[in-house]
Each structure stands twice: as structure tokens, then as C-alpha cells.
């Protein structure tokens, strides 16, 4: 009897990091300072065109979000998630170091790297159980 479970551990992971862009990618479209209030945030950073820029990155998180909590098209999803937050971690985050919460109030890259991690245990991975990338898989291999 096989005693490990890694579809569903993949399953886990997965789903909480669907959650977690979900969550994030709400914000920035519906949160208190909406896109605008982000796109003020990469303009501040010196980012290209801020407010297109401020809709990509929220659609990419609310939808990618939303496509790894289903578990569709998972591992594309995460690479292009992944991107992302290498971008957000090394221009935002490096910067103030590792810990999450340094002296002076800003947030260092050490939840960043965690899902850039999780992210990466995905692309290679998979989706795991309860997926809709395993369901087609099994549905069209039956």
C-alpha cells in the first residue's frame, strides 16, 4: 500500500497559491486604492506605463489565482506567475533584505522567495489531485 500522497500534497500547495494571487490580485482591482493606487506605486518605482502596467499585473494575479485554485492550465499559469515575482522581488523586495519585517517597516524577499519556491515545485510538478488539468488528462487517457 503506497503510504505517500503527492498528488494531494501537490493539491495543497497548489490551491494555497491560487488563494494567495487570488487574494492579492483582488486588491489591486477592488482594494481601497484600486489599479490606480497601484499603478501610482510603479509609476513611483520608475516603471514603463504604470497604469497599463498596473492592469496586467492585477489580471495576471486575480486570473492566474484563479486558474491554480481550479488547477487549469497549472504549470504555464505558474511560470507566468513565477516571472512576475521575480520581477516584484528583485525591484521591490531585494532591496530591503531578507526578513519580511526589516527595522525600518519595509518588506524584505523571504515570503517572496517561498512562492517563488512553491511556484517553481509547481511548473515541475504539476497540479496534483482535484485539478482540472488532471481531470482532462485522466479524461481523455480513458
Not at 477592488?30 to 489599479?35: H, K, L, R
Not at 493606487?37 to 492566474?64: H, I, R, S, Y
Not at 504549470?75 to 523586495?93: G, I, K, N, P, S
Request: charged content about 10%.
Amino acid at each position: 500500500m503506497n503510504r505517500y500522497y503527492p498528488g494531494w500534497g501537490l493539491a495543497l500547495l497548489r490551491a494555497v497559491l491560487g488563494i494567495i494571487f487570488l487574494a492579492h490580485g483582488w486588491d489591486k482591482l477592488f482594494g481601497p486604492d484600486g489599479v490606480a493606487g497601484f499603478a501610482g506605486g510603479l509609476a513611483v518605482l520608475g516603471f514603463p506605463a504604470p497604469g497599463v502596467l498596473a492592469w496586467g499585473v492585477a489580471l495576471v494575479e486575480f486570473l492566474g489565482g484563479l486558474l491554480l485554485l481550479v488547477g487549469w492550465l497549472t504549470r504555464w499559469v505558474a511560470a507566468v506567475l513565477f516571472l512576475e515575482m521575480l520581477v516584484a522581488t528583485f525591484v521591490v523586495h531585494v532591496p530591503h533584505g531578507f526578513f519580511v519585517y526589516a527595522p525600518e517597516g519595509e518588506q524584505g524577499y523571504e515570503y517572496n522567495l517561498l512562492i517563488l519556491a512553491g511556484l517553481v515545485c509547481v511548473i515541475l510538478a504539476g497540479s496534483g489531485k482535484l485539478a482540472l488539468d488532471d481531470w482532462l488528462v485522466r479524461r481523455a487517457s480513458g
